[in-house]
Structure formats: structure tokens, C-alpha cells
């Protein structure tokens, strides 16, 4: 009898707390460039090689959206490198390609977007094995079916690149996905 009680409960909070608008899927429109390998001051003074990846995230709907955004990088080696804040590197980038405003980064659009409001953001990550052939970007937030889901269960959005001696990177695929397997977590 109490088991159920606590069931019930559960049940009841969790529709009070979620209500139908925060339970639809988040409508953010995701446009990206094929990244950069860039020579930069890291935070100790010492010069490394980041990866850097240009997206925007732009808010579809008629209200504010919550776009809680969270990348990181793996190799075709297996090593996974986390998006780094580097606001040097985003302020220098920011003023050599001439944008109207600064890019913005993963954890500075944790807010709302405003209804059809942009931003362009840049996606940082610091020593990507030089041997890696293949890299893989994985944006988590675009889209949520339900927000009380477990978040190692979330929607990935993938975006494979290879490496070409002529070009640099080149996009292969992207798509959606599920994987459970990777130890970064969402921000949300």
C-alpha cells in the first residue's frame, strides 16, 4: 500500500513539474562549418593546437527556448576531448573573421534564445591526437522527448569528419543517434 502511495506520488509531481510545453522537443535549428586546426595560447601560457568547430543554434519557435547545449569530440583512436572555454582564442577568432558579435561557446547559451534569435558559437577542443584519421562531434540539447528521461539516454547529434591531407577535414555524415556509452553528461 505505501509503495504505491509513493508511486502515485511520483506520478503526480512529476506532471506538475513538467508540464506539455516543457515536454515537447526542443525546436533548435543547428547549422555548422568543417572545423580548424589553430595554433593558440592555452590558459598556462604555452602554445597548443585546438581543434576549432563553427556552429550556430538558432531558435525556431514563436517563444524563448532553452538550449541546453553540450559537445565534446572522439577519434576514430578512441580518445574523447571535452569543448574547452578559451575566451582569448573566442575573442581573437571573434575579430578576425569580422562577426558583428563575439562568438559564443556551449556554456555561455545555457539561458534562452529569444524567438529567431541566432547564435554563433565556436566549439574548442585542446590537443586532439594529431594520428586521429576520423573525428566525431557530438552535440547533445538539440531535442529531448521527455525531460524526466534518464540524461545518459539523450538524443546525440553526430557529425563525422575525416582528415584530408589536402583539405583538412571533410564532412562524411551526421545524423541523430542514441548512445549511453560516453561519460560526458549533459549540462540540464
Known amino acids: ?81 571535452e569543448d574547452v572555454f578559451n575566451g582569448k582564442l573566442i575573442k581573437s577568432l571573434s575579430e ?17 534564445i529569444a524567438p529567431n534569435e541566432t547564435k554563433n558559437c565556436l566549439a574548442i577542443f585542446e590537443n586532439v591526437d594529431p594520428d586521429a584519421k576520423k573525428v566525431y562531434i557530438y552535440i547533445m540539447g538539440l531535442r529531448r522527448v521527455a525531460v524526466w528521461r534518464s540524461p545518459t539516454k539523450d538524443n546525440f547529434y553526430r557529425i563525422t569528419y575525416k582528415r584530408s591531407s589536402k583539405l583538412g577535414w571533410r564532412l562524411i555524415e551526421h545524423g541523430f543517434f542514441k548512445d549511453t556509452a560516453s561519460k560526458y553528461k549533459p549540462f540540464y
Open 1 to 81: 500500500m505505501t509503495r504505491n502511495v509513493l508511486i502515485i506520488i511520483s506520478i503526480a509531481i512529476i506532471v506538475m513539474v513538467c508540464n506539455i510545453s516543457a515536454c515537447k522537443a526542443v525546436s533548435i535549428d543547428l547549422s555548422w562549418s568543417v572545423p580548424e586546426n589553430i595554433e593558440f595560447e592555452n590558459s598556462r601560457g604555452n602554445n597548443s593546437v585546438y581543434l576549432v568547430w563553427r556552429y550556430s543554434v538558432k531558435n525556431l519557435k514563436e517563444n524563448a527556448a532553452r538550449a541546453p547545449i553540450n559537445i565534446f569530440l572522439n577519434t576514430d583512436t578512441d580518445i574523447e576531448v
Open 96 to 112: 578576425r573573421d569580422k562577426i558583428e558579435k563575439k562568438y559564443d561557446h556551449a556554456t555561455t547559451i545555457q539561458g534562452d
